[in-house]
């Protein structure tokens, strides 16, 4: 029998059910669909996962001054009035840490902790000093100007570039270019050399966003505004001091950052009496992440999984059936010449055609349900040519697998017996 | 080959054939021993329970002999493959059913293609077989229509014509009358006479109804499994 006549065919018995071989097929449908949706959002999650590695470098730990949740009370007593206090990372963590093995590079960020008005409101800007290499190591890009050099740092110039955010909340719409422009603090003017950007979606502990930073060299901060902070509230003035912010601590190898971080914790936990650092790393963040999205996955593929074998068995007692009511039409077929094997690939085929047919409407499906996912759980979805793929051969193998016994219990009949039926 | 067939299509050596019911053994042909020439028109007759039945099976090589040996166009089938058989009956042989055996979701033109569809024909010379041989049967105005379309002698039509799409070496016919009223068995039976006149076509044709007889150039009378008669029609045998 020449493979179009097979085909068309089987494609012919299908057609004759429509609403039976839909029915049929439904387990693999819901199979199908959850595979599809199963692997686009596991690939949105990885695809997330790529896009926060590129935010932050998987090379990277972030280590962070954090105000400890209550400050030692002994010096202080009762008046919190003018009491220098000092918490957070320190030149000499600096020094230390820039020594470890494995460490390649440490960036450091001091925000000034300054006010910005627009008008006479407060705008959610901050002022960072830092080095120049800030740019490289916080995955940014200048869009206009220029950056900051080693000779502003020299010269301690009062010069800043500022987050493309900056322009938008801190002067006024129609402000025309910015650069040139100065900035106000404290009686010190920054003129504005540049704009950048960030646009891996870089988040800093305590710090936000480079978007919505004043970066200015790291030497003009401690020379024109002091080491010191001040931060005045309604009931009491605070004199902070600390030296940094922020350490973008890059290593030289990403096989070993897991001991490279737990060493630089244990320094820290050592040096400093009050748990006033954090430490982060963003390969970390991504397991964790990770690990939740598998047992999403391992849900679904339970799903998939259950669906196609029932689905598939399903699919296997309809066609046993199929075979005992078209006992005739075999052995009709057998005596005018069909041979086994004729037999076996046309009840094969047809049940391949219906595990493909029910395929295809499940990649509907699993699409439908991936979109579901991200209207409601706000998870990125993903769809690859790979999985549709996948989809397609899983439908096919169910297929034969299914398929292969009522086809053989067609093929095995004694065409006598099939033509004795009325 | 040893022997010598001539234009034998059929040769039956003491074929016997037994059925096995649990411990029963059923004997159903005893020795059956005939031949048929090329060109015969042979009417097997007998009462319900003669073994007409397995006869017409193992004619058909749909079942196989307990004894004997069953010689077809000389060759001893007793060996194939069920490969083979098929192929044989596929290309050797036409079958008529009493009850059509039609496949109702085909139309005419493709339940005529059936057997060449089988014999992996291309489908330009299958359509144009089909064609050519419904026109014959009178229903080339048909070709479009399902067998439920179709009244019963039409239907016979189309398997007629659907058992001569690979020209076989014979005419296998199971009551082909069976299931049609008195006028249209009379025109099926025309045909049949047509077919063996006009294309020298052997048939073989199963009845129990005595009124065909005279009809067959032969007749072979089977009671309870044996032979017991085999008549040729002198006038006929020119």
């Given at each position: 029998m020449l493979a179009s006549d097979i085909l068309h065919l089987s494609l012919h018995n299908l057609m004759l059910h429509k609403a039976r071989s839909f029915l049929t097929s439904l387990g693999i449908i819901f199979g199908v669909g959850s595979v599809i949706s199963m692997l686009a959002i596991s690939e949105g999650a990885k695809e997330e996962a790529l896009k926060q590695i590129a935010s932050m470098g998987v090379d990277k730990i972030i280590v962070y001054s954090k105000k400890p949740?209550?400050?030692?009370?002994t010096e202080t007593s009762s008046e919190q009035a003018s009491v220098i206090k000092s918490y957070g990372l320190t030149f000499e963590d600096l020094a230390h840490i820039s020594h470890f093995d494995n460490v390649g590079s440490v960036v450091t960020l001091r925000d000034a902790r300054k006010r910005f008005m627009k008008g006479v409101k407060n705008v959610d800007v901050k002022m960072v000093g830092t080095e120049p290499a800030f740019l490289e190591a916080g995955k940014c890009e200048i869009v206009q100007g220029r950056w900051i050099t080693k000779l502003d740092m020299d010269m301690k110039n009062p010069v800043c570039v500022i987050g493309k955010n900056v322009k938008r909340k801190l002067f006024s719409i129609g402000a025309g270019s910015v650069i040139g422009r100065e900035i106000p603090v404290e009686g010190k003017l920054f003129k504005v050399v540049g704009i950048f950007e960030n646009n891996h979606g870089t988040q800093f502990p305590e710090i936000k966003s480079p978007n919505d930073m004043i970066v200015i060299p790291r030497s003009s901060s401690d020379a024109l505004l002091g080491q010191h902070v001040f931060k005045i509230d309604v009931s009491s003035f605070q004199d902070l001091k600390l030296d940094y912010d922020v350490f973008i601590v890059a290593v030289d190898d990403v096989a070993f950052i897991d001991n490279t971080a737990k060493r630089i914790a244990r320094y820290l936990d050592k040096t400093h009496a009050k748990k006033d650092w954090g430490i982060r790393i963003p390969l970390d963040l991504l397991r964790q992440k990770e690990r939740t999205q598998n047992i999403f996955t391992i849900v679904m593929a339970s799903i998939a999984g259950i669906s196609l074998i029932v689905g598939g068995i399903g699919i296997m007692n309809i066609m046993l059936a199929n075979v005992y009511e078209r006992r005739k039409e075999i052995g009709t077929r057998r005596a005018l010449g069909a041979k086994r094997r004729d037999i076996l690939t046309q009840f094969l085929i047809e049940t391949v055609f219906l595990t493909l047919t029910g395929g295809v409407i499940g990649i509907g499906l699993g699409v439908g349900i991936s979109e579901l996912v991200t209207l409601y759980a706000h998870w990125p979805v993903r769809f690859s040519y790979s999985s549709v793929f996948l989809s397609i051969a899983i439908s096919a193998v169910v297929g034969i697998v299914f398929g292969t016994y009522p086809a053989w219990q067609a093929a095995k009949q004694n065409p006598i017996d099939a033509l004795r039926t009325e | 080959m040893s022997e010598s067939f001539g234009d034998e299509v059929i040769r039956f050596e003491d074929v016997s054939k037994t059925y096995v019911l649990g411990t029963l053994r059923v004997p159903v042909l005893k020795e059956i021993r005939f031949t048929v020439r090329q060109g015969e028109f042979v009417g097997i007759m007998g009462a319900s329970g003669s073994g007409k039945s397995t006869l017409l099976n193992l004619l058909g090589l749909l079942d196989v002999p307990t004894s004997g040996k069953y010689f077809l166009v000389g060759q001893e089938v007793e060996h194939f493959s069920d490969n083979h058989l098929a192929d044989l009956r596929n290309r050797s042989i036409g079958f008529i059913f009493q009850s059509f055996n039609?496949?109702?979701?085909?139309?005419v033109e493709q339940n005529i293609e059936v057997p060449m569809v089988y014999a992996e024909k291309s489908k330009r010379v299958r359509r144009e077989k089909a064609r050519e041989l419904a026109a014959k049967m009178?229903?080339?105005?048909?070709?479009?229509?399902?067998?439920?379309?179709?009244s019963g002698g039409e239907c016979q039509r189309i398997a007629i014509a659907r058992a001569l799409g690979n020209d076989p070496g014979f005419l296998l016919a199971d009551e082909?009358?069976?299931?049609?009223d008195a006028k249209t068995s009379d025109e099926i039976i025309e045909l049949f006479l047509e077919l063996h006149h006009s294309r020298s076509a052997t048939i073989l044709m199963v009845t129990h109804?005595?009124?065909?007889?005279?009809?067959?150039d032969r007749v072979i009378d089977l009671r309870d499994g044996r032979i017991i008669s085999d008549e040729r029609k002198e006038e006929k045998r020119c």
């Open positions: 949740s209550v400050f030692d009370t | 039609l496949f109702p979701h085909l139309n009178g229903l080339g105005h048909r070709l479009k229509h399902r067998p439920n379309e179709l082909p009358t069976g299931n049609l109804n005595p009124e065909l007889r005279p009809i067959f």
